[in-house]
């Protein structure tokens, strides 16, 4: 069993439109997309801003930076930010995750394998056992770990110094860290939502480097179905790609990307055939609301881990959804939406 399969974001990189990977050429894109260097990360100006000074004061005291943590929502930035993090300090970067750590030992095997100045990047960092947590303290802290020989009352524990290196993690979820954790980072950048003008930046440049001739008012277009994610605008943008190619002749336009997102069922808002299906299902039959999770999730035939973590969070961003001590209700924005008149 992989370590991920019971987190329900896995629907996400799931989804044909929004999946992180739908497949080998995606990938591969992906990767050739993210901004290699700080300047060329677009937006987020007060953790780039912050981020560059931390990472100038390194470089000219000639030693490494204190720990980074981002947090922030899936797509925003934060495993291309690491990346920058280590280009810029021109040092080399050892990727993990927290979910790939389920032993201290796992974690101690990496650790003592770092090379002076090396940025260790944790992805997913809040889902790391907590033996592996105790042991990563002391290692930010101290560069040192106790590696445990043997068993039982014979077991002893033998110190082990490291290189300074810099430890940069990544988080969804920042509350569920614990604060001894959190507190030995010298450094958290909190990842926002992007803004559609920076999001249309974004298309430009990633059309770009797709060679995908695209005019202004289609990747506004794109931008603006895109939830304030670029990972999700540069989904969208190779979607929108795949359909001007096949059946146009491969310029992107208003009209041809709003006609492409209407095939993948992703509409002006940005909301997908899961949102739409949850706000439809709690309009037509729940009158609104309020109902609870689990009557609309099985209404929609997804699991309520899905329907909370995926289908939610932007739906009550978006002001069409509250959660209420007593479950589910829809907003007047809700009904105005779907083109229905909200009860009186
Ligand atoms: N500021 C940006 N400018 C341009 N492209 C960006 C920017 N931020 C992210 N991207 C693009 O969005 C994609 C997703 O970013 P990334 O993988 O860094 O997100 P993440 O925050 O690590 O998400 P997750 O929480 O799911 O791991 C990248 O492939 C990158 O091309
Ligand atoms: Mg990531």
């Known amino acids: 069993m992989s370590p991920y399969d019971s987190d329900p974001t896995d629907r996400l990189r799931a989804d044909p439109v929004l999946a992180a990977a739908a497949d080998g050429e995606d990938l591969a894109v992906d990767a050739a997309l993210r901004p290699k260097l700080l300047d060329e990360f677009i937006g987020q100006e007060r953790v780039r801003e912050q981020l560059s000074v931390v990472l100038q004061a390194a470089r000219k005291r000639g030693s490494t930076p204190d720990h980074v943590l981002l947090s922030g929502p899936p797509g925003l930035g934060k495993t291309t930010l690491s990346m920058i993090i280590a280009a810029e300090l021109n040092a080399p970067i050892r990727i993990t995750s927290g979910p790939a750590i389920q032993h201290a030992g796992d974690l101690a095997a990496i650790l003592s394998s770092l090379t002076e100045g090396e940025v260790l990047f944790l992805d997913e960092i809040h889902r790391m056992s907590r033996p592996a947590e105790e042991m990563l303290y002391m290692a930010m802290e101290d560069f040192r770990v106790d590696v445990i020989v043997g068993k039982g009352p014979g077991a002893t524990a033998i110190p082990l110094e490291l290189p300074p290196f810099t430890l940069v993690g990544a988080t969804t979820r920042a509350g569920l860290l614990p604060p001894p954790l959190r507190d030995r980072f ?17 298309v430009h440049r990633s059309a770009a480097l797709l060679d995908v001739e695209i005019d202004p008012v289609g990747a506004a277009e794109i931008a603006g179905r895109s939830r304030g994610t670029p990972r999700i605008a540069n989904r969208l943008l190779r979607r929108v790609r795949d359909y001007a190619q096949v059946r146009h002749d491969g310029v992107i336009t208003k009209e041809i990307a709003a006609q492409a997102l209407r095939v993948y069922e992703v509409d002006e ?20 609301g309020p109902v609870g999770l689990s009557t609309l999730a099985v209404a929609v035939g997804e699991e309520a881990e899905t329907v909370e973590e995926v289908a939610e969070p932007f739906l009550v961003r978006e002001g069409l959804l509250a959660r209420t001590p007593r479950g589910r209700i829809a907003t007047a924005a809700a009904w105005r939406h779907l083109g229905l008149v909200p009860p009186v």
């Open 269 to 288: 808002r940005g909301l997908d055939r899961l949102d739409r299906a949850v706000l439809t299902a709690l309009l037509k039959l729940f009158g609104g």
């Open 186 to 202: 010298g450094f958290t950048g909190h990842m926002e939502f992007y803004a559609p003008a920076e999001l249309e930046l974004v």
